[in-house]
């Protein structure tokens, strides 16, 4: 759990990210080039060796960077495999845990040690290893991602780097690593190699939102999408001649490519590239992917010259957000954060920011919200989430104003229940009890409410806003807190502009202000529904009807057609299961009624 101590100062962090490149990476792989990259880890004790439980390196210092050739240990027990080891389980050799010490005989003298986590503690595995001359260890876990790890009964004796890596990673490594010749990097890369010229996630210019509906971004005069990146000479020696280029295809298809002029960088420089504006004449529905590369003939690390990200256009589904999505717009998440586990907390928002200019003469209504959370550990059936649309009235212009909260309307929320666990971690797409009608160039705040200690909200740190909120000065993803008994806090930079909250909107937009009507049928009863239920209509609707029946994750349970006869209607729902269900009326002229019914027998 990230503490408010991080919320406080996420904005200096922000700023000193980019000045230190701790790093895992394969520089040299004959068995699979295409592996020549850095993977995720988690290093044993702290980064710049200030653990108290282990006493390895600080490996913020280029100095004690190492390098060298990936070995798995053998330990000198009995050859065999574990045939069950980790979820799911897996086979490896009995000799790769490292446990055994007295019949050990293998030479690690200037290797990287690469062990399977299981059998005895992560220090005494390492002193084993460190003991044959390893230079460092490799622990690959066998369930799920990297994990922190104990110093324990040896940690104080290991003065070598300890990293762990994930099982995914690990698999993927393993051949190569047993067929020999790869060669490993971990340490602080800015200072450490000659020529080395780099950007990071932080330092590339994206969109401002990961997904935006087309019918409010039409063109590129409406929506002009700006490239550029920070390059930053972290090598030894001066680098010319360096160019940086933007590549963007959309289905394959090259749209726009740019490069720059060939630049000079002095040792230490940092320079802004700029690589143009992209605003082609009309947008299309679907994504677009952006790569950039930094051009340097001689880099001796390559993993940090290439970066990519997409940006969508929504149509039928019409969904905005901020996070990534995936191909059927629901959005991705691979973390989940809470600030309420303990007393000090009554609960917090996770939110993302809206404003266009087009909203409101285009008729957008905002229907709905998707997201998903995680457990902490404990049964979280009769535990809720609230969705929340407020309209943001407080005035500035940008961050450098800065920003208030004071001035915050609640226009609409609406509550999950969970009745198990079942759906955790899964999307769920709740609607709001009215549809909410935009305005042209009006801040609003879409919100997930977390008030229980069971519960946390997914995030997606796969993407870094650092350098796009630096650049156009707008909010994107703040953090409400409550503590108990005081009044809300608000921090602008919620959990970091690397992690953005789990959530989308969907919106139902009508182009044309003379098909728009914002009159609702009126309540339909009895809510909740049994069998029969009656929905009583706007005045003066004729012809046909079409009703479309959603549940919370957004799948059709029900569709058929009517034909108005200046009666209410009588739907028969006794196909449906207990549950929140979202109504959509399509009449004949091609308007739009959505409304919110729950079946309860």
Not at 349 to 370: H, Q, Y
Not at 419 to 427: K, P, R, V
Not at 533 to 550: A, C, M, Q
Request: hydrophobic content about 35%.
């Amino acid at each position: 759990m990230k503490t408010i101590l991080t919320l406080l100062f996420i904005l200096l962090l922000t700023i000193t990210k980019g000045y230190s490149q701790v790093a895992f990476q394969v520089i040299s792989n004959p068995c699979n080039p295409s592996l020549e990259q850095s993977f995720p880890f988690v290093c044993a004790g702290e980064l710049n060796g200030s653990g108290t439980d282990w006493n390895t390196p600080d490996m913020t210092n280029p100095s004690n960077a190492i390098q060298g050739e990936l070995v798995f240990v053998n330990d000198g027990s009995t050859p065999g495999v574990f045939t069950n080891i980790g979820t799911p389980p897996i086979s490896v050799e009995t000799t790769t845990d490292a446990c055994e010490n007295t019949l050990w005989t293998q030479d690690l003298t200037g290797k990287i040690a690469v062990i399977w986590r299981g059998g005895c503690e992560f220090s005494c595995k390492t002193e084993n290893a460190q003991s044959r001359g390893a230079i460092g260890v490799i622990i690959i876990n066998h369930t799920g991602e990297a994990t922190g790890m104990a110093g324990g009964t040896c940690g104080l004796n290991v003065t070598i780097p300890v990293i762990m890596i994930g099982r995914s990673d690990g698999e993927l490594l393993m051949n190569c690593i047993s067929s020999g010749g790869m060669i490993g990097f971990f340490g602080e890369i800015i200072g450490h190699f000659a020529n080395n010229l780099g950007s990071s996630k932080a330092e590339i210019l994206m969109t401002e939102n990961s997904a935006i509906p087309r019918d409010l971004a039409q063109n590129g005069t409406e929506y002009p999408v700006d490239f550029g990146l920070w390059v930053r000479n972290k090598g030894t020696d001066p680098q010319n001649g360096v160019s940086a280029s933007v590549n963007v295809t959309f289905n394959g298809n090259s749209v726009y490519s740019q490069t720059s002029s060939p630049i000079n960088f002095n040792v230490l420089d940092t320079q802004y590239i700029d690589l143009g504006t992209f605003a082609p004449t009309s947008w299309n529905v679907g994504s677009y992917s952006v790569t950039y590369t930094i051009n340097n003939i001689d880099d001796q690390f390559l993993s940090d010259n290439t970066f990519s990200f997409e940006f969508k256009f929504t149509d039928n589904e019409a969904v905005y957000a901020k996070s990534r999505l995936d191909s059927f717009n629901q959005p991705i998440h691979n973390t989940a954060y809470s600030l309420n586990e303990g007393p000090i907390y009554d609960n917090f928002e996770s939110c993302i920011v809206f404003k266009n200019e087009f909203a409101g003469s285009r008729n957008a209504l905002v229907t709905g919200m998707t997201f998903s959370s995680s457990p902490t550990g404990f049964s979280i059936a009769n535990q809720y989430i609230e969705i929340r649309a407020y309209q943001w009235n407080d005035v500035f212009t940008n961050i450098n104003s800065p920003e208030t909260y004071n001035s915050l309307l609640l226009l609409d929320s609406s509550i999950y229940i969970y009745s198990d666990n079942t759906l955790i971690d899964s999307n769920i797409f709740l609607t709001f009890n009215t549809p909410i009608a935009l305005q042209n160039n009006q801040r609003y705040l879409f919100c997930v409410l977390n008030p229980h200690d069971s519960l946390r909200t997914s995030y997606n740190t796969q993407l870094d806003y650092t350098s796009t909120l630096n650049y156009y000065l707008q909010p994107i993803a703040p953090v409400k807190t409550l503590f108990s008994g005081q009044t809300p806090a608000w921090y602008s930079y919620g959990f970091g502009l690397d992690a953005i909250p789990a959530i989308s909107v969907t919106m139902d937009i009508t182009t044309n202000i003379n098909e728009a009507k914002v009159e609702t049928t009126s309540n339909p009863y009895p809510n909740p529904a049994t069998n029969l239920l009656t929905i009583p209509l706007r005045k003066h609707e004729t012809g046909n009807v079409k009703i479309e029946v959603f549940d919370v994750l957004g799948k059709i349970m029900l569709s058929e057609n009517q034909t108005l006869d200046n009666e209410p209607l009588k739907l028969n729902v006794a196909s449906i299961k207990n549950g929140n269900y979202l109504f959509k009326l399509t009449f004949s002229d091609g308007t739009s009624d959505v409304f919110k019914v729950s079946v309860n027998r």
